[in-house]
């Protein structure tokens, strides 16, 4: 099964606009980690929800989390162009240390 | 602020032979892993290893693959006899491991290129 898939593969905004991507996972989980990961370079990990919370901010980011639909959404608000980069969610399943990433979503913003 | 930090950033090498990735993880964290991306694809968990063992591991970490803590600062994975199918960006990861939720904080990541 997939685990971790994100909507839309890709985005392109432009600067100061809302980016939203949403991501879907099969399994129960114990946390969802959203990473970014710019082109060549390592994934930097932007925040954590866990299942039994439905909503969490870090600055210009909003997490969401459904686990009835087992989806989440990032949106990042007032987009930069720094923020041009590939975004992936990444669960934890129950009983296990590694993390499942989806494909990644490639967020493009223009200046 | 503490980084986990990775060596080489770029490895070629010829099909068949060893290549050791090092790693030297963030210093107060008990759990280290790693993870493989190939080019256009999902990131890919290997393994992780925590008190000098080999804690879970993948379908893909198949005897070719070993990790190594020679030392109290590094980790190591080290494949045998590459392939081609080895080329891919090799990430480092480590984690606190006092307990649940417990965030990993990845590395720069080596790119493996096998020819």
């Known amino acids: 099964s997939q685990q971790g898939e994100e909507d839309p593969q890709a985005l392109s905004i432009q600067e100061g606009e809302n980016a939203t991507m949403n991501c879907s996972y099969k399994?129960?989980?114990?946390?969802l980690q959203w990473y970014r990961q710019n082109s060549g370079r390592g994934l930097v990990h932007l925040i954590l929800i866990r299942s039994n919370e439905r909503e969490k901010h870090s600055g210009r980011l909003r997490v969401t989390l459904d686990t009835s639909k087992k989806s989440s959404s990032l949106l990042i608000t007032a987009s930069r162009a720094a923020d041009t980069a590939s975004y992936f969610c990444?669960?934890?399943?129950?009983?296990?240390?590694?993390?499942?990433f989806g494909k990644g979503m490639k967020l493009t913003v223009n200046p | 602020e503490p980084e986990v930090t990775q060596t080489p950033s770029h490895q070629v090498t010829q099909m068949g032979q060893e290549v050791i990735l090092r790693c030297v993880p963030i210093s107060n964290h008990l759990y280290f892993y790693w993870y493989r991306q190939i080019l256009g694809q999902k990131v890919e968990f290997l393994v992780s290893f925590y008190n000098n063992e080999i804690s879970e591991k993948s379908e893909i970490f198949d005897d070719q693959f070993s990790v190594e803590r020679p030392d109290g600062s590094n980790f190591t994975l080290k494949i045998r006899s590459t392939k081609l199918e080895d080329s891919a960006m090799y990430f480092c990861?480590?984690?606190?491991?006092?307990?649940?939720?417990?965030?990993?904080?990845f590395g720069p990541g080596t790119r493996l290129t096998v020819l």
């Open positions: 399994t129960s989980i114990n946390n």
């Open positions: 990861a480590s984690s606190r491991g006092l307990g649940r939720p417990d965030t990993q904080y």
């Open positions: 990444a669960t934890d399943p129950g009983g296990s240390e590694k993390l499942v």
